[in-house]
């Protein structure tokens, strides 16, 4: 059964910059686009990037130039570095398959605010 363990968020201002780390257990990632995603209050989950099994990466559009998602395949590792952050960015941070068809991890909470 996969485990899926997202740390690294918190309290933040804006402008600040946080990395986010994601440690899967009971699966391989190396052949998985993985993907961060995140859920505000009151909203629906949304897909923030992915990268695939060699690297190629996408990233919803309101992060680009601001966020970077890579990986560590021996590690079984997926981490976001989130640069100048927003206060719209404030959000529960998940990670998960490309598709999201891995049971989802409790993700990690990242707030943004002065």
């Known amino acids: 059964q996969v485990q899926l363990v997202e740390s690294g968020g918190g309290l933040v201002q804006p402008g600040g910059s946080l990395r986010l780390s994601c440690a899967v257990s009971?699966?391989?990632?190396?052949?998985?686009?993985m993907g961060w995603y995140r859920q505000a209050p009151g909203k629906q989950r949304e897909l923030v990037a992915t990268?695939?099994?060699?690297?190629?990466?996408l990233y919803l559009d309101s992060v680009k130039g601001r966020f970077m998602i890579s990986r560590d395949n021996t590690k079984n590792m997926v981490y976001l570095q989130m640069n100048s952050l927003k206060p719209e960015d404030t959000a529960v941070y998940y990670c998960?398959?490309?598709?999201?068809?891995?049971?989802w991890g409790q993700g990690t909470q990242v707030t943004v605010s002065s």
């Open positions: 998960n398959t490309g598709r999201g068809n891995w049971d």
């Open positions: 009971g699966s391989i990632v190396v052949s998985s686009t």
């Open positions: 990268i695939t099994a060699s690297g190629s990466t």
